[in-house]
Antibody, heavy 115, light 107 residues
Framework: QVQLQESGPGLLKPSETLSLTCSVS????????WTWIRQPAGKGLEWIGN???????RYNPSLKSRVTMSADTSKNQLSLKVTSLTAADTAVYYC?????????WGQGRLVTVSS | AIQLTQSPSSLSASVGDRVTITCRAS??????LAWYQQTPGKAPKLLIY???TLESGVPSRFSGSGSGTDFTLTLSGLQPEDFATYYC?????????FGQGTKLEIK
């Protein structure tokens, strides 16, 4: 059974760059889409974007200019970078396997943006 | 971008009740809709995809229907573990989007 684990810094300052890693075990990341979603505390889910392991990406236009996703098949990891952080980027960030019908999720990583 | 509007935003019900949650899309999305359940502190769990296909392992008291712009999630015979927040998600058109959520509480 595939398992996903997000990791990265939990506290960042405004204007800094968020770098998160999603480590996948139990299966290869190759041949799948991988999706990133975030959820501010007490609020709903926001689709950030997805990546296919060939490198093709789709980003939410609301974040597009600040987001970069990548896949490292040698490490079986996905990564998410979000630049120019503001307090509005404070959220739990999830990675999930799939393009649609997201069946497998990580447990989420809380990222707080505060000076 | 396609907007999804769920109703109600919250509802109270009792164990054993039947409840229905609605998700309306701002434009037609065929049957490209999924439903998720989320409990506090946990990642969402896929319940239904393609509007009406039950994910493996999900109890049959969950059912989904609809196509185009109007969709429903029905829970028949509520169990204590069903009290959670439910989200719909469309995957017809990028950027994919979620509804704002429906919180189901115990009456």
């Amino acid at each position: 059974q595939v398992q996903l684990q997000e990791s990265g810094p939990g506290l960042l300052k405004p204007s800094e760059t968020l770098s998160l890693t999603c480590s996948v075990s139990g299966d290869s990341i190759s041949g799948y889409y991988w999706t990133w979603i975030r959820q501010p505390a007490g609020k709903g889910l926001e689709w950030i974007g997805n990546i296919y392991t060939s490198g093709r990406t789709r980003y939410n236009p609301s974040l597009k200019s600040r987001v970069t996703m990548s896949a490292d098949t040698s490490k079986n990891q996905l990564s998410l970078k979000v630049t120019s952080l503001t307090a509005a980027d404070t959220a739990v960030y999830y990675c999930a396997r799939g393009d649609w019908a997201l069946k497998s999720w990580g447990q989420g990583r809380l990222v707080t943006v505060s000076s | 971008a396609i907007q999804l509007t769920q109703s109600p935003s919250s509802l109270s019900a009792s164990v054993g009740d039947r409840v229905t949650i609605t998700c309306r899309a701002s434009q037609g999305i065929s049957s490209a809709l999924a439903w998720y359940q989320q409990t506090p502190g946990k990642a969402p769990k896929l319940l239904i995809y393609d509007a009406s296909t039950l994910e493996s392992g999900v109890p049959s008291r969950f059912s989904g229907s609809g196509s185009g712009t109007d969709f429903t999630l029905t829970l028949s015979g509520l169990q204590p573990e069903d009290f959670a927040t439910y989200y719909c998600q469309q995957f017809n058109t990028y950027p994919y989007s979620f509804g704002q959520g429906t919180k189901l509480e115990i009456k």
